[in-house]
């Protein structure tokens, strides 16, 4: 299954919909992290009113393959404070099952439709990083899908 990314900036303090915002990224999502790099990295910042959020979607291994493809760069991250992961799920009773992933500088709240929506989990105390990982706030694509597959595994 191909993966299709796509960044926004999202205004604080609102709910989404989970449906309508898979959509755009599945319509207007890019197959890689080019339009968003700034030197060697996607930057996830938060500036008081709107949030930067990176989307991806496809499926749980389609995911984590892709990310490890892209091995050490380009780093994604919020070097001024916290990275979010929220995972999503959208069974399906044809086909696969449909991910959606979530990385935001803020916890956003989501109306969940007929997906299976995880807690916000705050990547700086996930159990796979060590001590050093643990001070950065940018994570490699590597990393992250050693992350991210650890949250796949738990539910």
């Keep these: 299954m191909q993966v299709k ?4 900036a999202l ?3 609102r709910m989404y919909s989970v449906e309508p915002v898979s959509k755009v990224v599945e319509e207007q999502g890019n197959t ?5 790099k700034e ?4 930057p996830i910042r938060s500036n008081g009113t709107a ?7 496809g499926g749980r291994r389609s995911i984590t393959h892709w990310l490890r493809q892209l091995g050490p760069t380009p780093t994604i ?3 001024y404070g916290t990275v979010y992961a929220t995972t999503m799920r959208k069974k399906k009773t044809f086909g696969k099952d449909l991910t959606m992933v979530a990385l935001s500088a803020i916890e956003n709240q ?3 439709n007929d997906w299976a929506v995880s807690n916000a989990l705050d990547l700086q105390y996930a159990t796979v990083l060590t001590t050093l990982q643990r001070r950065s706030k940018v994570y490699t694509p590597t990393q992250l899908a050693d992350l991210l597959e650890q949250i796949f595994n738990r539910g």
């Design 5 to 8: 990314c796509f960044k926004i």
């Design 11 to 13: 205004p604080i303090g």
């Design 32 to 36: 890689s992290l080019n339009p968003w």
């Design 39 to 42: 030197g060697d990295s996607v």
């Design 51 to 57: 949030a930067e959020t990176l989307f991806m979607l």
């Design 77 to 79: 991250g919020n070097q």
């Design 110 to 112: 989501w109306n969940r």
